[in-house]
């Protein structure tokens, strides 16, 4: 089974504050996303990477930034954290692009700014 | 990608069928439907997908209506590990690795 594993799944953090959050999927999948989810806002893409070294702004990067040195591991930075950026943080990888790609998520990292 | 419309909820027995409808009737010719499905507190889970023919696998059965313009994600048996919020999406064939966009989904609650 595919695995993708999250740094942590809860963290506090001042605002202002540099976050890391990392991600790491056994597969081999070339493609991983970073997502957030917040009530009656449904998920967001904020970036995706299909290769070492590419990434790619989804549709809320603003305040973020992505780094992917190897291919197994997608890190998300929040430069300085703001308390609108409290929300659930997600992970995901895929092997396949297009239409037939199934996506296997992280169990989540639950952010709160403070 | 186009739109999907599901119910809010549903509640179903356990040990019983569930039927989950989808409707989208805007689909394209080349649209594959996707089910996910996300349990409390965890990330969400790819459950199935289609094209046209219906399809089935160890989790679930999707049956698509002829014209596509609807799908049902069908749960055999269900238990109460079943208890989640299920997506359906539908991803288009625009090329090269891109987001998921879920709706609210429907809330299915399983009663023991």
């Known amino acids: 089974d595919v695995k993708v594993t999250q740094s942590s799944r809860y963290l506090v953090k001042r605002t202002g504050e540099k976050v890391f959050l990392e991600c790491v999927q056994d597969?081999?999948?070339?493609?991983m996303f970073w997502y957030r989810q917040d009530p009656g806002l449904g998920l967001r893409l904020i970036y995706f990477?299909?290769?070492?070294?590419?990434?790619e702004k989804g549709d809320i990067p603003e305040g973020y930034s992505v780094s992917r040195e190897k291919k197994e591991r997608f890190s998300l930075i929040l430069e300085s954290a703001s308390t609108n950026q409290t929300s659930m943080y997600l992970c995901?990888?895929?092997?396949?692009?297009?239409?037939?790609?199934?996506?296997?998520f992280g169990p989540g990292t639950r952010l709160t700014v403070l | 990608d186009a739109k999907t419309t599901q119910p809010n909820s549903m509640e179903s027995n356990e040990e019983e069928p569930v039927h989950l409808p989808c409707n989208h009737s805007t689909i394209s010719g080349t649209d594959y439907i996707h089910w996910y499905r996300q349990l409390p507190s965890q990330g969400p889970e790819y459950v199935i997908h289609?094209?046209?023919s219906n399809v089935n696998n160890r989790m679930a059965s999707l049956a698509i209506a002829e014209d596509r313009k609807s799908s049902t994600l069908i749960l055999h048996r269900a238990t109460l590990r079943d208890a989640a919020v299920y997506y359906c999406?539908?991803?288009?064939?625009?090329?090269?690795?891109?987001?998921?966009?879920f709706g609210k989904g429907t809330h299915l609650i399983i009663q023991p």
């Open positions: 289609g094209l046209t």
């Open positions: 995901a990888s895929s092997f396949l692009q297009g239409p037939g790609d199934t996506q296997y």
């Open positions: 999406i539908l991803r288009d064939p625009g090329g090269g690795a891109d987001g998921l966009t």
């Open positions: 597969m081999d999948h070339e493609n």
């Open positions: 990477s299909y290769d070492v070294k590419m990434k």
